[in-house]
């Protein structure tokens, strides 16, 4: 009506603001709504700390650890003996299970951080340099799997890649004599660029020809163990002169990672080499205009090659880095970690582990580099853990799965720490309770578009 004011709408100046008339003329009162303050600035932040992926990597390592405690106590048997009479006696069964835990990482640590029993100081810090020391060569064979993870391609050839690269090192370890300064040089540049072959050979049918990577790296793994195996066997080749074990000669003085402290401590050059390894591939990838042409492939091939990049060439390069890598990682086994000979199981699972350190680390470099530490320094502990309390160093390799198992599924890990859920994982579940409600006030009515997408 002409003349009204609009509905709901103040009266005018000298008129109580908190008063309004309806389209009928009839005053209505309105409640003032107070102002909400925003949430303090700390609170944001510590909000998105908690989202960050960082967090939940940890919490993932608390809770493997966790539930690595419950199968030691379940293994123990002073802790099965104490249980038959539970309903007695509990205590008895709780302090049996807090020693069996207790004592096993107690144990862990001492075999890999510091040996707080150890007579000398020298002694004590021995396990950091057990647990560099096993790290290095997951280092090496992590950032090649995941260098290629970041490229878009399952790398699960680095133990084919890693045996081809230790043959062709031992070739050029026994079969040259030169100063140190020379013969390690050549060794190391020997075990890289048998990787890169092996590992290109797999780029180029991938990018040739369409073949699926992940049958090619499982098939060329055996062929590369058999071909190591037949190499150990045969006489001239690789096989230790005046014998008939499949073991080769011992690797040269000249072809060894040199140590960087002395006996009795274990780390040796190998470990810098790694570092510059990590370096090499986190400048590579994150610095590089061939890592930013790496990543693009990895994010979408096909926009990639709409922007004109050669998809083909970056598959071949990526593959033949990543083979290099873990060409670098048999060299540490035989001129660092064994050096009086080696047979065909010198991979000691250490290609298999570096998928489990790649999928940890994020196939971040530096990440990658700090999961190696981790899983160094797990199965340096582990045998520590294995000869003072028992416990079978399988319950380390469980422990290893669990930890790659909860860094798969971080909204598990938020679920159970209450942590606050991403954005998207916050809209999908309001969209989920919407939709459920629709359908409980109006049975008949469709689904919308986006609580069926929901």
């Known amino acids: 009506m002409s003349g009204l004011p609009p509905e709901g709408t103040n009266l005018g100046p000298g008129v109580d603001p908190g008063i309004t008339r309806t389209a009928q003329g009839e005053p209505s009162v309105q409640t003032p709504v107070a102002e909400i ?21 940890v919490l993932a390592i608390v809770l493997a650890m966790l539930i690595g405690g419950v199968l030691v106590a379940f293994t123990n048997p002073e802790v099965q003996r104490t249980s038959g009479y539970f309903f007695a006696r509990p205590q008895d069964t709780l302090v049996a299970i ?26 004590a810090i021995k396990p950091i340099t057990d647990t560099l020391n096993f790290a290095t060569p997951l280092i090496a064979a992590g950032l090649g ?31 040259i004599s030169a100063p140190l300064f020379i013969h390690l040089p050549l060794t190391i540049a020997a075990g890289i660029v048998g990787g890169m072959i092996w590992g290109g050979l797999v780029g180029l049918l991938k990018a040739r020809t369409g073949a699926n990577e992940v049958i090619l790296t499982i098939m060329l793994n055996f062929v590369a163990f058999y071909f190591l195996s037949w190499l150990l066997n045969t006489p001239g080749l690789l096989q230790r002169p005046g014998g008939s074990q499949p073991i080769s000669s011992p690797t040269p003085a000249s072809a060894q990672f040199p140590s960087l402290f002395g006996a009795p401590l274990t780390v040796n050059w190998g470990f810098i080499v790694a570092i510059g390894a990590t370096i090499f591939v986190w400048w590579l990838v994150e610095r ?7 990543r693009a492939v990895g994010e979408n091939p096909f926009a990639a090659r709409a922007a004109g990049i050669n998809v083909e060439r970056i598959i071949i390069y990526a593959m033949a880095f990543a083979g290099g890598l873990a060409g670098l990682a048999g ?35 530096w990440g990658v580099f700090a999961a190696g530490i981790l899983f160094g320094a797990l199965k340096a502990g582990s045998f520590t853990m294995q000869v003072s309390e028992g ?15 909860f860094i798969a599924a971080p909204p598990l890990v938020r679920t159970i720490f209450f942590l606050p859920k991403d954005p998207g994982e916050l ?20 689904a919308r578009k986006e609580e069926v997408s929901a």
């Open 37 to 57: 303050p925003p949430p303090p600035r700390q609170n944001q932040i510590i909000r998105e700390i908690l989202r960050s992926n960082a967090v939940a990597t």
């Open 98 to 123: 807090w020693d069996a835990v207790a004592g096993a990482y107690a144990a862990l640590f001492r075999g890999a951080i510091w040996n707080y029993e150890a007579e000398t100081f020298v002694r």
């Open 145 to 175: 799997v995941g260098l290629a993870f970041r490229v878009g391609l399952f790398n699960i050839g680095a133990r084919g890649q890693m045996l081809i690269g230790v043959t062709t090192a031992a070739f050029v370890a026994t079969g």
């Open 288 to 294: 590089s205009s061939l890592g930013f042409r790496m």
């Open 331 to 365: 060299v540490n086994q035989i001129s660092g970690t064994i050096t009086s000979g080696f047979g065909n199981g010198i991979d000691a699972g250490i290609g298999f582990d570096a998928i489990t350190v790649a999928l940890l680390g994020r196939s971040r470099a």
């Open 391 to 405: 416990i079978p160093v399988d319950i380390v390799v469980v422990v290893q799965a669990l930890i790659v198992l």
């Open 427 to 446: 809209s999908a579940g309001r969209r989920a309770r919407r939709a459920a409600k629709a359908a409980a006030k109006n049975p008949s009515a469709p």
